[in-house]
Structure formats: C-alpha cells, structure tokens
C-alpha cells in the first residue's frame, strides 16, 4: 500500500499502527501477517473519519475481522493502536470519537473467543486454555458515555487499570486522550456538571512523585 501521498494524518496515523502492533508482543500475529489488508482498512476508515464523511465502517472491519478470524480480544488490540497513533497526531476530539465509536459498534457483533487462535498460543509456549469468556473490552460508548463492558460509567474502574497498563510510562499521552475524551463529553452531556466530568475522566490520575 502507497502510504507516501495524502492527508499526513492519515498516512501517519496508519503507518504508526501498524508499525506497534508488530511490536506488540500481546497482538495476534495475523494483524501482522495481513498487515496489508489490515493496513488498507485504516486507510479508508480514518480517511472517512477525518472528512466525516459516510463510510459503513463497523460492517467492512467486522468482514475483515471475519476473514482473518480475529475476535474480540484481537480487534481491542487493533483499537488500541489505532486510536493511539490518531491521538498522537493531534487531530482533535470528534476525530477521536467517531473512530473510537465505529471500533465500539463493530466490537458487538465479534465472538469473545476465537477457537482459531490456538495455534497462536501454541506459538507463544502457554498451555492451551479452555474455551470460557476472554476478557471483555470496555470501551466509551458516546453519546451517553456509558462502558462498552460493564454499562458503568467511563472509564469505568476495570478500564482505568487497564489504560495505566496500556499507556504504561507515557501519562503525557493518557491525559491528552482522557483530556480528548472529556472536551468531546461536555458536548454530549451538557446537563452533567463540567466538574465532576473532569473529575471523572481526569481526576483519578495517579499525581507525579516529586
């Protein structure tokens, strides 16, 4: 794929992504393998969500994710990055929200578990694990801003642990996405007090050790 040309966002933005999840110890390898397919598919989903323009997008990842067999747990991984590398180029909050949300609304028609990933484990020396629930992604859902996962409030405090996890050192990068996420809140719940949605999105930071 031709990334050299085009809207630098979009371009950065892909290139990006792909190029963690291959350093992802955690991603399923066939991101990786099909790097090109998954690749394409940003392309034309962050193209869509910069212009704002109409793009069935749940339903082309939920293809996509269908052909290479990637669940749940596989597509949180492809979220995660993506929405990394968008924030990173500064393209403002709704940009971040309507990819977030067409992530959110192809999530709920993917399987929990993927049997097709045996061999992914296999590769990674753990014992086979018994076909139960993977873990669920808890995501923001806008407008209400409810959990993807559990209903709570977002983030809720199974998604707090996670995204300190996720981040890990950058906390520069977790406040500007918290900080994102709440800027677009206020305008999707403008009768929730503008204090206590900070407090809620920004105010259960862990402070800096002097």
Same mark, same amino acid.
């Given at each position: 794929?031709?990334?050299?040309?085009?809207?630098?966002?979009i371009r950065n933005t892909v290139?990006?992504?792909?190029?963690?999840?291959?350093?992802?110890?955690?991603?399923?390898?066939?991101?990786?393998?099909?790097?090109?397919?998954?690749?394409?598919?940003?392309?034309?989903?962050?193209?869509?969500?910069?212009?704002?323009?109409?793009?069935p997008g749940p339903?082309?990842?939920?293809?996509?994710? /269908?052909?290479?067999?990637?669940?749940?747990?596989?597509?949180?991984?492809?979220?995660?990055?993506?929405?990394?590398?968008?924030?990173?180029?500064?393209?403002?909050?709704?940009?971040?929200? /309507?990819?977030?949300?067409?992530?959110?609304?192809?999530?709920?028609?993917?399987?929990?578990?993927?049997?097709?990933?045996?061999?992914?484990?296999?590769?990674?020396?753990?014992?086979?694990?018994?076909?139960?629930?993977?873990?669920?992604?808890?995501?923001?859902?806008?407008?209400?801003?409810?959990?993807?996962?559990?209903?709570?409030?977002?983030?809720?405090?199974?998604?707090?642990?996670?995204?300190?996890?996720?981040?890990?050192?950058?906390?520069?990068?977790?406040?500007?996405?918290?900080?994102?996420?709440?800027?677009?809140?206020?305008?999707?719940?403008? /009768?929730?007090?503008?204090?206590?949605?900070?407090?809620?999105?920004?105010?259960?930071?862990?402070?800096?050790?002097?």
């Amino acid at each position: 794929m031709d990334l050299e040309g085009g809207n630098p966002i979009i371009r950065n933005t892909v290139s990006q992504a792909i190029l963690t999840i291959s350093q992802d110890s955690n991603a399923p390898p066939v991101l990786t393998e099909h790097a090109e397919a998954v690749g394409v598919l940003l392309h034309d989903m962050i193209t869509c969500v910069v212009s704002d323009n109409t793009w069935p997008g749940p339903l082309v990842l939920v293809s996509l994710c /269908r052909t290479l067999n990637i669940d749940r747990e596989g597509l949180d991984v492809l979220a995660h990055h993506t929405l990394t590398a968008l924030l990173a180029q500064q393209s403002g909050p709704e940009v971040l929200v /309507r990819a977030g949300a067409t992530f959110v609304a192809a999530n709920c028609h993917l399987p929990v578990v993927n049997d097709h990933h045996s061999h992914w484990n296999s590769r990674r020396s753990m014992p086979p694990r018994p076909a139960t629930a993977g873990p669920v992604p808890h995501l923001p859902m806008p407008p209400t801003w409810a959990c993807s996962g559990c209903a709570h409030e977002w983030p809720c405090a199974t998604k707090q642990s996670q995204l300190l996890a996720e981040f890990g050192g950058t906390r520069p990068a977790l406040g500007m996405y918290l900080g994102s996420c709440f800027t677009a809140a206020l305008f999707d719940l403008p /009768r929730v007090d503008k204090e206590d949605l900070q407090h809620r999105f920004l105010g259960w930071l862990p402070r800096e050790s002097m």
